[in-house]
């Protein structure tokens, strides 16, 4: 089998093009001369590998996709891939079940770069009530979960602004990615259909709201949350550098004393946690 390799220079002209930069503002950035950069995207000179990584760094490219460029460029990749559960990671996943359990009673998500769930919390079991079950088989996708109609779509009180804002996040990913198989879940989740559920009624939004709150209406009530994002700073491991973790917090205090009443029910139905902690 033959396996065809695309030269680097064209590479990183689509990726200079994708980032609406001229050959002269990234050579200015990149420091180098604009000749020389053209030389290199029209493949008359070949890049060094300090070279190829000072350009994906100026552009922005996904560590993924630095490795691309390496192997296009004749070098070895230099950003390793290990499992979530590799021994080398494990002061990694350490650290992210740390942060998600400590979010309780509160939702947290270890979210890849698919929005598949690689971890979660297991907080509020509620919400997920009423969800068709192949939505919960592992690997569970956030934003097919979030955005079907057999998910939670049907309860979530501010669907059309809540579903707005998580496709506008995948579209900035996907210019941040140009990775394909977003492209084809932008596509999927798109095709959804959207309607306001009749018995639902969204309240007027709120004057002091500072984030775009996820409303979702569970039988104890209507619970408001916004959520925040973390990522890990510098890494240089593949999986580390495209995972997200998504932490919910109550946007209200009757969500926050809802969430408590719910929380307290469930510990006094698991007697047992409180005498094996004994």
């Known amino acids: 089998m033959t396996i065809m390799v695309r030269p680097i220079g064209n590479h990183l002209r689509e990726w200079r093009q994708r980032r609406r930069m001229s050959q002269l503002e ?3 950035e990149a420091e180098i001369s604009a000749r020389h950069l053209s030389f290199v995207e029209t493949g008359r000179s070949l890049p060094s590998r300090a070279m190829v990584l000072r350009l994906a760094e100026q552009l922005e490219i996904p560590t993924r996709e630095r490795n ?4 296009a460029a004749g070098y070895a990749p230099v950003f390793p891939e290990r499992a979530l ?8 996943r350490q650290a992210i079940d740390l942060v998600i359990g400590g979010q309780k009673p509160y939702p947290a998500f270890a979210l890849d770069r698919h ?3 690689a971890a979660s919390n297991s907080a509020l079991p509620e919400l997920y009530v009423g969800v068709a079950p192949a939505l919960l088989q592992p690997p569970v996708n956030a934003l097919r979960l979030t955005l079907h109609p057999h998910g ?3 309860r979530i009180v ?9 496709l506008a996040r ?4 996907i210019d941040l990615t140009a990775d394909p198989v977003l492209v084809a879940l932008m596509r999927e989740v798109s095709a959804y259909p959207a309607p306001r559920p009749a018995h639902l009624r969204e309240p007027a939004g709120d004057a002091n709201a ?12 209507v619970l408001s949350f916004f959520s925040t994002t973390t990522v890990f700073g510098t890494p240089v491991d593949v999986t580390l550098s495209e995972l997200a973790l998504e932490m919910f917090f109550p946007a209200d205090a009757a969500t926050a004393a809802i969430v408590r009443q719910l929380d307290q029910k469930a510990d006094a139905e698991r007697p047992w946690i409180t005498a094996a902690a004994e």
């Open 170 to 173: 995948l579209r900035q990913q």
């Open 85 to 92: 559960d590799h021994p080398a990671l494990g002061a990694a």
């Open 158 to 166: 501010n669907l059309p602004e809540w579903r707005a804002h998580m």
């Open 152 to 154: 939670l779509a049907p």
């Open 115 to 117: 929005w598949t769930i």
């Open 210 to 221: 500072v984030a775009v709150p996820f409303k979702i209406a569970i039988e104890a009530g």
């Open 68 to 71: 691309l460029l390496l192997v």
């Open 26 to 28: 990234l050579a200015c």
